[in-house]
């Protein structure tokens, strides 16, 4: 059993900044990519942000240059600095971990809401 506990949401005034957490606990032989997801009320689940096993990153043109995910592997956990914030970033951010333990599987982590006020 795998869980996937996020942390660092809440309430930002535009142009603040937030870093939200992810930690993957359980039985976990490896991890490979994580990832950060967001979904704004009434839309399509949408990727933010990734990392692969190797580092290499991937970001969303919407937040390139304000995002930047990063982990680290001996505490598997996947990280979301997020400067400049927007109105338009508010949103629930979901983490998916790519975890192999035994067989390969992604978990989404519980969810949290960032706000981001005008």
């Known amino acids: 059993q795998v869980q996937l506990v996020e942390t660092g949401g809440g309430l930002v005034q535009a142009g603040g900044s937030l870093r939200l957490s992810c930690a993957a606990s359980?039985?976990?032989?490896?991890?490979?990519?994580m990832a950060w997801f967001r979904q704004c009320t009434g839309k399509q689940r949408e990727l933010v942000a990734s990392?692969?096993?190797?580092?290499?990153?991937n970001y969303a043109d919407s937040v390139k240059g304000r995002f930047t995910i990063s982990r680290d592997n001996a505490k598997n956990t996947v990280y979301l600095r997020m400067n400049s914030l927007k109105p338009e970033d508010t949103a629930v951010y979901y983490c998916?971990?790519?975890?192999?333990?035994?067989?390969?599987?992604?978990?989404w982590g519980q969810g949290t809401q960032v706000t981001v006020s005008s």
């Open positions: 998916n971990v790519g975890v192999l333990a035994p067989l390969y599987r992604a978990y």
């Open positions: 359980g039985s976990i032989f490896s991890i490979s990519a």
């Open positions: 990392i692969t096993g190797g580092g290499t990153t």
